[in-house]
């Protein structure tokens, strides 16, 4: 079975770009999660989808991210613009229905210089 | 307090050895508890879940104290390739995978 997509791996930018992560869940799971994970510390959701709505979003900073998961698959993160404290790997995950086990993904690993 | 604590090591072990990490949280109505490893510039991955009961899967075993909110991960026998992170997660309910990951520990352990 296919894992948890996400591309790119690894980002490399200016503070006050912008940037996009792209992850592709497990074929078949309805939640999908955005993690950011600063270097020693442990994931943060970011946001949780159910299917293409959102479920918890109140740790997303939303002056400067988005997220969005149209179809109910796929999904993208965005940040724009970004600030040097945005670095950080970005874990993708997704779970079954009824399942508190989650998937995680690579990562992207974002360095904001 | 932060919700989730551990003591993040690292914790130096040689080969064979027996080695406990400890994890407190803060919220007393959370539902269900997990250790997760996190190797090196690799994602997270399932360990195992953690029961009331206690329960173990070969060398790993984990134990939940509600009374005193505090878990623990015992491995036996510590094997090189058990050198990682160890995450201890928490699902404080309110709707599927409000996971509260902790800062993790990590083991290293040495032929």
């Known amino acids: 079975e296919a894992g948890v997509a996400q591309s790119p791996r690894y980002k490399i930018i200016e503070k006050r770009q912008s940037v996009a992560f792209w992850c592709n869940p497990i074929?078949?799971?309805?939640?999908l999660y955005w993690y950011q994970q600063i270097l020693g510390q442990g994931p943060k959701l970011l946001i949780q989808?159910?299917?293409?709505?959102?479920?918890?979003d109140s740790q997303l900073p939303k002056d400067r991210f988005s997220a969005e998961r149209l179809k109910g698959v796929d999904s993208t993160l965005k940040i724009q613009p970004a600030k040097l404290e945005d670095s950080a790997v970005y874990l993708c995950?997704?779970?079954?229905?009824?399942?508190?086990?989650?998937?995680f993904g690579p990562g992207t690993r974002l360095t904001v210089l | 307090r932060k919700e989730v604590e551990q003591d993040p090591g690292p914790f130096n072990v040689p080969e064979g050895a027996t080695v406990a990490f400890n994890c407190t949280y803060s919220?007393?109505?959370?539902?269900?508890f997990f250790w997760y490893r996190q190797d090196c510039r690799k994602e997270p991955k399932l360990l195992m879940s953690?029961?009331?009961s206690g329960n173990e899967d070969g060398r790993f075993t984990a134990q939940l104290n509600r009374a005193s909110q505090y878990i623990s991960l015992l491995i036996r026998d510590s094997k090189l390739s058990d050198s990682a992170t160890y995450l201890c997660?928490?699902?404080?309910?309110?709707?599927?995978?409000?996971?509260?990951f902790g800062k993790g520990t990590k083991l290293s352990v040495k032929p």
């Open positions: 995950a997704s779970s079954p229905g009824g399942s508190n086990e989650q998937f």
């Open positions: 074929s078949g799971h309805a939640t």
């Open positions: 989808f159910q299917n293409n709505g959102v479920v918890d």
């Open positions: 919220n007393s109505a959370s539902q269900s």
């Open positions: 953690v029961y009331s």
């Open positions: 997660v928490v699902n404080q309910g309110g709707g599927q995978g409000n996971l509260i």
